[in-house]
């Protein structure tokens, strides 16, 4: 009984010793799935090509990436050239109505901005794309948009940086 219960004890730890050396991906709390040979990230200013722009918004998107990246990985950002490595533009930043009155006047407004992300894998190319990733905040049509412009923009930004890092790091 005794050396049955010392096997199981031996057996169990083998088997996690395997696992955790067998491990070539690095899994934290963030989701994130990381080559452990990955070191560096690169993420390029954003570029605003869209007919409607708001200045601020290039900058946001950049540096809401950034700190996606600083707070959820343990990779050092560097200027270009990063094992990991963004680049792309803001293609549309656009207000339509989404929902109208009886008499035909909007009630609601959508604020939507759309970026092009090329991602760029040294480490594990199958893992590059050239996507286009959407998000929007809808609003009160009674107001002006840069009235609420600067409460729906991070938002927005918050949301498409989820969405690039899980696009890019999430790879299960």
């Avoid at 759309?114 to 959407?134: C, G, L």
């Amino acid at each position: 009984m005794r050396i049955a219960g010392l096997i199981n004890r031996i057996l169990c730890a083998v088997s996690a010793s395997v696992l955790i050396a067998g491990c070539t991906v690095k899994y934290s709390f963030s989701g994130a799935s990381i080559s452990p040979e990955a070191k560096t990230v690169s993420i390029q200013q954003f570029e605003n090509v869209s007919t409607m722009v708001a200045p601020i918004l290039a900058t946001q998107l950049t540096e809401g990436l950034q700190d996606k990246f600083s707070r959820g990985t343990r990779l050092m950002q560097v200027r270009e050239d990063g094992d990991l490595a963004f680049e792309g533009e803001i293609t549309n930043y656009v207000s339509n109505p989404i929902s109208v009155s009886g008499n035909e006047y909007a009630t609601q407004n959508r604020l939507t901005v759309t970026v092009r992300v090329r991602f760029t894998n040294r480490i594990e190319p199958q893992y590059d794309f050239d996507r286009t990733f959407s998000a929007y905040e809808d609003y009160d049509a009674m107001k002006l948009m840069q009235e609420v412009e600067s409460t729906l923009l991070p938002e927005i930004v918050e949301k498409l940086s989820e969405d690039i890092f899980n696009a890019a790091v999430s790879n299960w």
